[in-house]
């Protein structure tokens, strides 16, 4: 059999692959082997924290730390299992997490350890309403590694979560000179904007971030049809759908092309799109293969020239029973939906 060492190193691969049952597998072996194993136990912590059981993740990060395995990571995950608990049960408190992340923070070693900690400290505060504690972390990051972002990134979120706009946009204007080319900021200066329903000018800072319109085009893209759209300029929203639809199968877009399709009288083109929708999420039977469904009943009576054959119209009942079902069964109102229906069935 392999050293134990080896065999939490391959269990550990298994994790970040995203097997955790035949990672669980080999760690409880190496745990009921030797109960002392405390990277075990911390590694049968994280399995249960990724999959939602946080009552137990939280005793196997006892049992590691117990064990002597007290790696900052340790209190920062048993951290985040105990707050998951406070927030569906109820049971703990802040002072027991605070004392957690603060365990966290003076056990980690590497200036990157800190920075995780000390974010994961303030989104904690940050997330249970504690604005003035957030305010605190981040303002302490930002001052203590003064050539990182982070701690202003922080500063932004306890900023939007007040609505201090104003304020964001003076600080980012402050530091624009050392971080105006870090993505983070860049994203930061263009969700203000959009807080604000700045559309227009969101789209021209845009324009002068190529580091974001690599990275991130299809956000880009989104905006473009909503800002265009409610301007009502179809042209440039549908040349930013096409963009979405072809060059990078967005799914919205797609559904977006066969309703344009539909509203141009193109029907070949629309019922072509549908069925490529319906196949591509038809194993999903999701809200958008439905809906597809549903437009395609009205493609093929617009395309049959509002006189479909016997076989198009049984397919057209066929479709209408289905997704109706469908509806109703996910508690949709469905009398405007039948009403519709019954105009061309």
Not at 177 to 198: I, P
Request: with cysteine; glycine share 4%.
């Amino acid at each position: 059999m392999s050293e134990p060492k080896e065999r939490i190193e391959q269990a550990e691969l298994m994790i970040r692959q995203g097997d955790y049952h035949g990672a669980a597998v080999i760690l409880g072996e190496i745990v009921r082997e030797d109960k002392t194993d405390g990277r075990a136990a911390f590694d049968l912590g994280n399995i249960a924290l990724f999959t939602g059981e946080y009552e137990t993740a939280r005793k196997y990060y006892e049992e590691a730390q117990a064990a002597g395995y007290s790696t900052y990571a340790v209190y920062l995950n048993m951290a985040a299992a105990c707050a998951r608990i406070w927030d569906s049960e109820g049971t703990g408190n802040c002072k027991s997490i605070e004392k957690l992340y603060m365990q966290a923070v003076r056990a980690s070693k590497e200036q990157n350890e800190q920075i995780l900690t000390v974010s994961a400290q303030a989104l904690f505060y940050l997330r249970h309403g504690m604005t003035l504690k957030a305010e605190r972390e981040a303002r302490r990051m930002a001052d203590r590694f003064p050539e990182e972002y982070q701690g202003h990134h922080l500063l932004f979120l306890v900023m939007a979560e007040k609505a201090q706009y104003e304020d964001i946009e003076n600080h980012l204007k402050e530091i624009s000179e050392q971080f105006r080319d870090n993505l983070q900021y860049q994203l930061d200066s263009l969700a203000v904007l959009e807080m604000q329903e700045k559309n227009e000018e969101y789209l021209r800072e845009a324009e002068k971030m190529p580091l974001v319109l690599e990275t991130f085009p299809e956000m880009i893209l989104r905006k473009k049809v909503e800002t265009y759209g409610k301007k009502n300029d179809r042209k440039t929203a549908v040349k930013a759908i096409d963009e979405l639809a072809y060059t990078y199968g967005d799914p919205d877009a797609v559904f977006a092309k066969m309703l344009l399709s539909l509203a141009d009288g193109d029907y070949i083109s629309a019922g072509t799109i549908a069925n490529f929708i319906m196949e591509q999420e038809q194993k999903k039977a999701n809200l958008r293969f439905y809906l597809t469904m549903y437009m395609q009943i009205f493609i093929l009576y617009m395309g049959f020239d509002k006189k479909p054959d016997k076989k198009v119209k049984s397919v057209m009942e066929e479709y209408a029973q289905i997704c109706l079902e469908w509806f109703e069964s996910a508690g949709f109102d469905t009398v405007n939906l039948k009403t519709e229906i019954s105009r061309v069935l």
